[in-house]
């Protein structure tokens, strides 16, 4: 699986808009990146995901540079409920889609 | 919206009993898993199921481990002789395929 780089931590004030970058520079022509996350004691959670293009949902935002190996999910204003770790995940297309999480960026927002 | 459940919630055993973990996962789904989180660690793998038989499992899924969908709604796995290092939370989740996955909230297990 190619491989994902993530911030640790981050803090956001809560209201704010918040920008969780990732890097997946080795990103195969058929990757999906896919984002997750995990709220305390919770079971992971999907959010987002997105091929070339930016993506929006009614949770998040999924900015996909021109390259494909960098991308950056935006929650434009962030509250206390979004505190978790978010995961970046690159995923094959295909029927199967394992996720394999790696350690991902803890969202600390701030009242 | 459907959700994937798992019981219970949380599950204390003996080191050496036998535990099953249940799940329904979202009813129209096609492809099943478990994946486990020891405290303060990743969420792992353990292994994916699809039309009845295993289609990908990780090192964690030993011998000591099953999977089964016994009735066609409920999905269950099975450690045989549980230990120590076996305590995690226990994820199930479910997809249709071309689709993120869905998880369950998880059962705790705690072996002593």
């Known amino acids: 699986d190619a491989k994902t780089t993530q911030p640790n931590s981050m803090e956001s004030n809560e209201e704010e808009p918040v920008h969780l970058p990732c890097n997946h520079s080795?990103?195969?022509?058929?990757?999906?990146i896919h984002w997750y996350r995990q709220l305390p004691s919770q079971g992971p959670e999907y959010v987002i995901h997105?091929?070339?293009s930016n993506v929006n949902n009614r949770m998040a935002s999924l900015a996909i540079a021109e390259d494909r190996k960098s991308s950056t999910l935006i929650l434009h204003r962030a509250t206390l409920r979004d505190a978790a770790v978010y995961y970046c995940?690159?995923?094959?297309?295909?029927?199967?889609?394992?996720?394999?999480f790696g350690t991902g960026t803890k969202l600390q927002v701030i009242p | 919206e459907p959700e994937v459940t798992q019981t219970p919630s949380h599950q204390v055993t003996q080191m050496g009993q036998e535990v099953i973990l249940r799940c329904v996962p979202i009813?129209?789904?096609?492809?099943f898993y478990w994946y486990r989180q020891i405290l303060g660690q990743k969420v792992e793998f353990l292994v994916s199921?699809?039309?009845?038989?295993?289609?990908?499992k990780s090192e964690i899924f030993d011998d000591q481990f099953s999977v089964e969908r016994p009735d066609g709604s409920n999905f269950t796995l099975k450690i045989r002789s549980t230990k120590l290092e076996d305590s995690a939370m226990y994820f199930c989740?479910?997809?249709?395929?071309?689709?993120?996955?869905?998880f369950g909230n998880g059962t705790r297990l705690t072996v002593t």
């Open positions: 080795t990103i195969s022509g058929t990757d999906y």
């Open positions: 997105g091929l070339t």
């Open positions: 995940i690159l995923s094959r297309s295909g029927g199967y889609q394992k996720v394999t």
């Open positions: 199921f699809y039309n009845n038989e295993i289609s990908e």
């Open positions: 009813s129209n789904h096609l492809y």
């Open positions: 989740a479910s997809s249709e395929g071309y689709s993120p996955l869905h």
